[in-house]
């Protein structure tokens, strides 16, 4: 059974892998607004809950961070500075985005303890 890799939260491997799932979301969002669908948050949440499951919390801020700053601002892909015109679909994003990182977060820590356990055992049969 192939395992999950996790990289470590505040390497740059971990940043990177950041910094790509972004900008595959990006791509999937560009895909979906070209056929037609208008969907904000719909490719970049994952991508916050994908991060924080695989890269730890750094790299969930980092895509959170860069998600609001250069997708939900117009001119879309460009930084900018930020007004108030868009505030509620920023903030709305920053507290799903929060909650999707504490739960990946859970689920990274369960798996790390799940690994630790099958390991004892898996040493205390042999």
Do not use: K
């Amino acid at each position: 059974m192939r395992r999950l890799m996790l990289a470590q939260p505040w390497s740059a491997r971990a940043l990177a892998l950041g910094l790509v799932i972004v900008l595959v979301s990006a791509a999937v969002q560009a895909l979906l607004v070209v056929s037609g669908l208008q969907l904000y948050f719909a490719t970049f949440l994952p991508a916050v809950f994908l991060a924080a499951l695989l890269a730890g919390m750094p790299a969930a801020a980092l895509v959170v961070l860069v998600t609001v700053w250069w997708a939900f601002i117009p001119p879309f892909f460009q930084f900018n500075p930020l007004i108030a015109a868009h505030v509620n679909a920023i903030t709305m994003f920053l507290f799903l985005s929060l909650l999707l990182i504490f739960l990946a977060d859970a689920c990274r820590q369960s798996m790390v303890l799940l690994r630790a356990t099958a390991a004892r055992e898996a040493s205390a049969t042999d």
